[in-house]
């Protein structure tokens, strides 16, 4: 039985990260018609999820958070590097 629940357990989490990375990375605004265009179009998208997550863990394990502050989320970072490249361009 805890098997079970250990295995229900991780299906969230695997599903509540693929709803991320759905919305963080444009996932869900692609159209798959052929392989190639979705192997053009996912690639590049959890390549960019990939480095929003490890963002996310290098910044919670080096940076300490004041009180009172919660650490950056991968949302929170994907808009600072937005609004980074928008200042460059």
Do not use: N
């Not at 079970?4 to 996932?27: C, H, M």
């Not at 053009?40 to 394990?61: D, Q, S």
């Amino acid at each position: 039985m805890s098997a079970l629940a250990r295995v229900a357990g991780r299906r969230w989490t695997v599903e509540e990260t693929f709803q991320s990375a759905k919305g963080l990375t444009g996932l869900d605004e692609h159209q798959v018609r052929r392989w190639t265009s979705w192997h053009r179009w996912t690639t590049p998208a959890m390549l960019a999820h990939a480095f929003l997550l490890v963002t996310a863990a290098i910044e919670r394990t080096t940076v300490t958070t004041p009180s009172g502050l919660a650490p950056l989320t991968c949302g929170e970072i994907q808009r600072l590097y937005q609004r980074q490249a928008l200042q460059q361009s």
